[in-house]
């Protein structure tokens, strides 16, 4: 095994180490790469021991997972933003209202200074009653902006419908809008006020159990599940606890606690954390055409093929010529006629043929000898997939 570093193929056919973890498709000048907006991510394939990943950065532990919660209450303090008097909105208030005593019909009820929202939550594996969670808070109904409001007091619950956290406080949004509106006013919005935050805005009322060891052992889950990963993980740990581990399958890799580990499992999983891996890099490009971005490992490979590239480029334009009658004419008008210019453009391409390339710098210097526009690069690797010449995973997005 060698230790393998990202790079980043220069212009001119010329490697270089790599600034930073997003790196320039350069067929040109810097700056020309920079306006065709495309770039291209080579990953390490094979990492030394010495240079691998924490253990703890490539998978979970089953049992210590988190828990979604959700609640429905109400933002007040609006001043006049909030939802325009909706049936719901009322029959919320009118509820809240007997709750202390007051028992008023909800369609006597204004909701201009009030909204309903719902608020979402993540709750942590082993969190305790006492502490506090982060909420995010979304408007249901039709209320302009959240801003300056109240969130009052409201229960969230789990997917068992037991309350496991109870919300309250000032919401903190991240947008805001101004103007008049309606006819002949102007409104400015930036980003989205309907939604706010609020930091350690929930109480933890209740603990949802978590069980992270099972038959004296502790299931490590693979974030991206992968058999060679799995394989050189159970390896990995095995050389610091013999005969320990064992992969069940892409996703897991079991780990029996050693003698005198079950009473303090959770020293036995911080050494495990700690341990470094060689994860497995599979030959994948992704594409995603809105952005521009072609993203690649190290991995792919290309056989032996020929491509030619060139495009037709048509140019039509439309011009108004005026016709003016003679002079002195009887019943003469100007007249307006259309006129349209067609040209067609052919950009020359010679025919390259492409050896066994085994790496992406080789295959990123060959797309760089064609002169091709990012989409270009976009039809070419397609096709070389459909031809059966790329020997890699293509997404596109």
């Known amino acids: 095994m060698h230790s393998s570093k990202a790079q980043v193929f220069r212009p001119g056919g010329r490697l270089g180490p790599a600034p930073s973890c997003k790196y320039l498709f350069g067929y040109g000048s810097p700056a020309i790469g920079i306006r065709l907006g495309i770039s291209l991510l ?11 990943v924490r253990l703890r950065d490539l998978v979970l532990i089953a049992g210590a997972r988190d828990n979604q919660l959700v609640g429905y209450g109400l933002v007040a303090g609006l001043a006049n933003d909030g939802d325009k008097d909706p049936i719901y909105t009322k029959q919320t208030v009118a509820n ?16 201009k200074n009030v909204a309903v929202v719902m608020i979402t939550a993540d709750f942590p594996a082993f969190i305790k009653p006492g502490q506090r969670l982060d ?7 039709d209320a302009k902006s959240l801003q300056g409001g109240v969130l009052l007091q409201t229960p969230l619950f789990g997917a068992d419908n037991k309350v496991y956290a109870v919300a309250q406080g000032p919401v903190s949004v991240g947008g805001f809008t101004a103007g008049t509106g309606g006819g002949g006013g102007a409104t400015v919005t930036k980003n ?23 038959d004296n052992a502790v299931e490590l889950l693979l974030r991206d599940p992968d058999f060679t990963s799995a394989s050189r993980l ?34 036995f999983i911080a050494r495990l954390e700690n341990l470094e891996v060689t994860p ?10 809105r952005t521009g971005t072609i993203v690649a490992t190290s991995k792919i490979q290309i056989s032996s093929c020929a491509i030619a590239q060139g495009n037709i480029t048509i140019n039509v334009a439309s011009t108004l010529d005026v016709s003016q009658p003679a002079p002195f004419s009887n019943g003469g008008a100007t007249a307006v006629t259309p006129r349209t210019d067609t040209t067609v453009t052919e950009n020359k391409s010679a025919i390259i ?42 997404i596109i997005k």
Do not use: C, W
């Open 42 to 52: 080579l990953s390490s394939a094979l990492l030394t021991g010495a240079g691998g």
């Open 96 to 111: 809240m209202l007997q709750r202390y005593g007051i028992n008023v019909p909800p369609t006597t009820l204004s909701a």
């Open 135 to 141: 909420i995010q808070v979304a408007s249901m109904g």
């Open 192 to 214: 989205h006020p309907t939604t706010a935050t609020i930091v350690g805005g929930a109480l933890v009322e209740r603990e949802i159990p978590s069980q992270i060891v099972h």
């Open 234 to 267: 159970a390896a990995a740990v095995n050389e610091v606890f013999t005969n320990s581990a064992r992969a069940v399958d892409s996703t897991m890799v079991r780990v029996q606690l050693p003698e005198g580990a079950s009473a303090a499992p959770v020293d």
């Open 280 to 289: 497995d890099a599979p030959a994948r490009i992704i594409i995603n055409e």
């Open 353 to 394: 043929t492409l050896p066994e390339l085994p790496t992406v710098e080789k295959v990123a210097a060959a797309l760089n000898t064609l002169g091709a526009t990012p989409r270009d690069i976009m039809a070419i690797l397609q096709t070389m997939k459909q031809a059966g010449a790329l020997q890699a995973e293509l």
